[in-house]
Protein backbone atom coordinates (compact mmCIF):
# COMPACT_ATOMS: atom_id res chain seq x y z
CA UNK A 1 0.00 0.00 0.00
CA UNK A 2 0.72 3.92 -1.06
CA UNK A 3 2.12 5.60 1.88
CA UNK A 4 2.19 8.84 0.49
CA UNK A 5 -0.75 11.59 1.04
CA UNK A 6 -3.62 12.45 -1.47
CA UNK A 7 -2.43 15.34 -3.67
CA UNK A 8 -3.80 18.68 -2.31
CA UNK A 9 -5.31 21.15 -4.92
CA UNK A 10 -3.50 24.25 -5.52
CA UNK A 11 -7.05 25.82 -5.23
CA UNK A 12 -8.31 23.98 -2.19
CA UNK A 13 -9.28 26.62 0.61
CA UNK A 14 -11.91 28.63 2.42
CA UNK A 15 -12.23 31.04 -0.53
CA UNK A 16 -12.61 28.33 -3.39
CA UNK A 17 -15.91 28.29 -4.44
CA UNK A 18 -16.37 24.25 -5.66
CA UNK A 19 -19.26 25.30 -8.11
CA UNK A 20 -16.33 27.22 -10.25
CA UNK A 21 -15.23 23.76 -11.83
CA UNK A 22 -16.60 22.62 -14.71
CA UNK A 23 -15.92 19.07 -14.96
CA UNK A 24 -15.28 16.23 -12.50
CA UNK A 25 -11.89 16.05 -13.61
CA UNK A 26 -11.19 19.90 -12.35
CA UNK A 27 -13.38 19.08 -9.00
CA UNK A 28 -11.14 15.62 -8.37
CA UNK A 29 -8.23 17.38 -7.30
CA UNK A 30 -9.71 19.88 -4.92
CA UNK A 31 -12.04 16.88 -3.72
CA UNK A 32 -8.89 15.65 -2.61
CA UNK A 33 -7.56 18.28 -1.11
CA UNK A 34 -10.62 18.43 0.99
CA UNK A 35 -9.90 14.98 2.23
CA UNK A 36 -6.12 15.19 3.27
CA UNK A 37 -6.75 14.33 7.31
CA UNK A 38 -6.28 10.65 6.94
CA UNK A 39 -9.53 10.18 9.99
CA UNK A 40 -11.63 12.25 7.54
CA UNK A 41 -10.82 9.73 4.82
CA UNK A 42 -10.90 7.06 7.58
CA UNK A 43 -14.60 7.96 7.85
CA UNK A 44 -15.80 8.38 4.78
CA UNK A 45 -14.21 4.81 3.81
CA UNK A 46 -16.10 3.21 6.96
CA UNK A 47 -19.50 5.33 5.58
CA UNK A 48 -19.16 4.09 2.35
CA UNK A 49 -18.85 0.29 3.48
CA UNK A 50 -21.64 0.87 5.41
CA UNK A 51 -23.73 2.30 2.51
CA UNK A 52 -22.57 -0.62 0.63
CA UNK A 53 -23.99 -2.85 2.97
CA UNK A 54 -27.39 -1.17 3.52
CA UNK A 55 -27.84 -1.79 0.01
CA UNK A 56 -27.12 -5.54 0.16
CA UNK A 57 -29.53 -5.46 2.78
CA UNK A 58 -31.96 -3.64 0.90
CA UNK A 59 -31.38 -5.95 -2.26
CA UNK A 60 -31.96 -9.41 -0.05
CA UNK A 61 -34.41 -7.33 1.85
CA UNK A 62 -36.79 -5.45 -0.15
CA UNK A 63 -37.23 -3.34 3.31
CA UNK A 64 -36.76 0.42 1.71
CA UNK A 65 -35.77 1.60 5.07
CA UNK A 66 -31.95 0.49 4.57
CA UNK A 67 -31.84 2.90 1.86
CA UNK A 68 -32.10 5.40 4.50
CA UNK A 69 -30.18 4.01 6.61
CA UNK A 70 -27.27 3.77 3.83
CA UNK A 71 -28.11 7.75 3.17
CA UNK A 72 -27.52 8.31 7.20
CA UNK A 73 -24.48 5.62 7.03
CA UNK A 74 -23.03 6.91 4.30
CA UNK A 75 -23.36 10.64 4.96
CA UNK A 76 -23.43 10.92 8.68
CA UNK A 77 -19.58 9.40 8.68
CA UNK A 78 -18.57 11.65 5.82
CA UNK A 79 -19.75 14.84 7.61
CA UNK A 80 -18.52 14.07 11.45
CA UNK A 81 -14.97 13.30 9.43
CA UNK A 82 -15.40 17.27 7.80
CA UNK A 83 -16.85 18.83 10.51
CA UNK A 84 -14.51 17.03 13.16
CA UNK A 85 -11.68 16.20 11.90
CA UNK A 86 -10.95 18.22 8.50
CA UNK A 87 -12.82 21.23 9.63
CA UNK A 88 -14.21 22.26 6.31
CA UNK A 89 -17.57 22.33 4.41
CA UNK A 90 -18.56 18.88 2.64
CA UNK A 91 -18.43 19.85 -0.73
CA UNK A 92 -21.56 17.67 -0.85
CA UNK A 93 -23.84 21.09 -0.26
CA UNK A 94 -22.35 22.73 -2.97
CA UNK A 95 -21.53 19.85 -5.82
CA UNK A 96 -23.62 16.89 -4.89
CA UNK A 97 -23.24 14.93 -7.79
CA UNK A 98 -19.18 16.02 -8.24
CA UNK A 99 -18.93 14.77 -4.86
CA UNK A 100 -20.97 11.31 -5.01
CA UNK A 101 -18.85 10.76 -7.97
CA UNK A 102 -15.52 11.59 -5.89
CA UNK A 103 -16.63 9.25 -3.03
CA UNK A 104 -16.70 6.55 -5.12
CA UNK A 105 -13.30 7.18 -6.78
CA UNK A 106 -11.91 8.06 -3.44
CA UNK A 107 -12.85 4.48 -1.84
CA UNK A 108 -12.05 2.83 -4.93
CA UNK A 109 -8.48 4.41 -5.11
CA UNK A 110 -7.94 3.67 -1.10
CA UNK A 111 -9.02 -0.14 -1.98
CA UNK A 112 -6.11 -0.33 -4.98
CA UNK A 113 -3.66 1.75 -2.17
CA UNK A 114 -3.38 4.65 -4.54
CA UNK A 115 -4.62 6.84 -1.48
CA UNK A 116 -3.82 5.75 2.01
CA UNK A 117 -5.93 4.38 4.53
Known amino acids: MSTTAPPSAPTAG???DPRQFRSF???YPFYLGEH???TC???HFVGSTGALACLGALLATGNAWWLLAGLLCGYGFA???HFGFEKNRPASFSRPL????GDWLMYAQ???GRIPF
Do not use: D, H
Request: aromatic content about 22%.
Open 14 to 16: PTV
Open 41 to 43: RRL
Open 110 to 112: IWR
Open 79 to 81: WLG
Open 98 to 101: YSFM
Open 36 to 38: ANR
Open 25 to 27: AEF
